[in-house]
């Protein structure tokens, strides 16, 4: 039988480690905003859709949806120090960018399937400018397949955590924006897989273009 919420184990992982480093550093160091919250649903499958300019976006995105998300992460990430026990505590799993990873795409099903909300990068890598510029169908197909609704989050300010050559985050403001739910599509067509991705797309970048 499928839960409607996450193991206990990884609630209490997920709000030690939220309230313990990533929520003071969010609105301590990074002074950080968050708009939309009302718009998460607390319990149930949920695909949430993001861009993505920073290794620091997976567990913001958990902090603000404030609740644990799996997140389909590149493999470099789990090789990033500290980074990469912070996204396993949240539910990340690997997948190998540029290829068709079976595996992280029968464990993103398993844990909506499961009542969880799973994270999906919509370019499926970094954009130098925190907008979506050529959006991937992943995270409309895996809606579609798990019948779950689709949450669109913009993280505004991320691509400047990291200077070029440097380890140590900058004091930089970030501003996190919480769409409204996008219904679950109807299939798996490849032109309503389309359009829903465009949606997506559109969406985030008028929250990114609200800037601060």
Known sequence: MSRTREPLISLALYHAFKWSIVSPMLHGYFRGRIYGVENVPPTGPLVVVSNHASYFDPPIVSNCVRRPVAYMAKQELFEVPVLAQAIKLYGAYPVSRGSADRNAIRSALEYLENGWAVGVFLEGTRTPDGRIHDPKRGAALLAAKAKAPILPVCLWGSEKI???????????????????????????????????????????????DLGR
């Open 162 to 208: 990291l200077q070029k050559g440097s380890s140590l985050p900058r004091a930089v403001p970030l501003t996190v924006r919480i769409g409204n739910l996008i219904d679950t599509p109807t299939s798996t067509n490849k032109e309503e897989l389309e359009v829903i991705t465009q949606k997506c797309t559109t969406v985030i970048n008028q929250m990114h």
